[in-house]
């Protein structure tokens, strides 16, 4: 009799488990993912403006990170990425007239801010005039042709007359990332990087650092714009109507970005 009662127990119990794991296979199956290359300078935000729309939406995004020119010409040579944050204007746009996006979804994300850091304390003044001292061995820029805070770097010493003087001094960094590194690692004692690599929410995070102000170098507009690759992916689209709400305009302006 027991074992009777037990039998039937376990066969109401079995087609439920099976029903549940069923239920779990298909929500797995309905998530969806965007491959997103991402300028150097934007991996903090978009680590935290990912987390979040993965909790919102359940789909994830797959980030690369490097130097917007680098992506672009990964971009032209085939990769898969759906997705492009860069860290200008230019690039989209150029992908955009070469007929490599989906028409209509480029948009500026964010407009960025330069400062020049150092990882010591009290090192960096808050007018920039440790350049004008120019007492120091090394400094860190990006490169230039990569790197649209490197050509924004460059553009500061052009307009502060400082460029034949310090230009022998400086180590230039394949993308943003290794340029923050160099100061970080005590290789350079000051370095030019992005606002948003050193600051959140009103702080400066580490070190010392004086901001640039804008009319020292061109406005720095990050444009964001889908790619053919993402044309038929729906979360290449999702992922970019999430980037315009409010609550990943929340994260980008904590982290010293204009919008």
């Known amino acids: 009799m027991k074992t009777r009662i037990l039998r039937a127990l376990l066969s109401a119990f079995v087609p439920l488990a099976v029903g549940v794991t069923a239920g779990i296979a298909a929500t797995s199956a309905l998530a969806g993912e965007v491959q997103v290359a991402v300028a150097a300078n934007f991996t903090a935000p978009v680590q935290a403006i990912a987390a ?8 994830k995004v797959v980030a690369s990170f490097g130097a917007t020119g680098q992506f672009y010409a990964q971009i032209k040579n085939g990769a898969p990425f759906e997705v492009f944050l860069a860290a200008d204007d230019s690039t989209p746009a150029k992908l955009d007239s070469e007929g490599a996006t989906v028409p209509g979804s480029r948009f500026t994300y964010a407009t960025g801010a330069l400062a020049l850091w150092s990882a010591k304390d009290g090192y960096v003044d808050d007018k920039g005039e ?16 990569a790197a649209p805070y490197g050509l924004a770097g460059y553009q500061t010493l052009d307009k502060l007359g400082l460029t034949a003087e310090i230009k022998p001094k400086v180590v230039e960094g394949q993308n943003i990332s290794q340029t923050q590194q160099f100061v970080a690692t005590g290789n350079a004692e000051l370095g030019f990087v992005a606002l948003s690599q050193i600051y959140k ?14 009319n020292l170098h061109e406005p720095i507009k990050q444009d964001a714009v889908i790619l053919n690759k993402g044309k038929d992916n729906p979360v290449a689209k999702q992922f970019i109507d999430y980037l315009k709400g409010p609550k990943a305009a929340a994260v980008i302006k904590s982290y010293g970005y204009q919008l």
Request: proline share 5%; no cysteine; charged share 30%.
């Open 52 to 59: 979040d729309f993965e909790k919102d939406t359940g789909n």
């Open 130 to 145: 440790v350049l004008k001292k120019n007492d120091f061995r090394h400094i860190a820029i990006a490169n230039p042709k």
């Open 201 to 214: 929410d009103g702080k400066i995070t580490s070190g010392s650092a004086w901001i640039v102000p804008s």
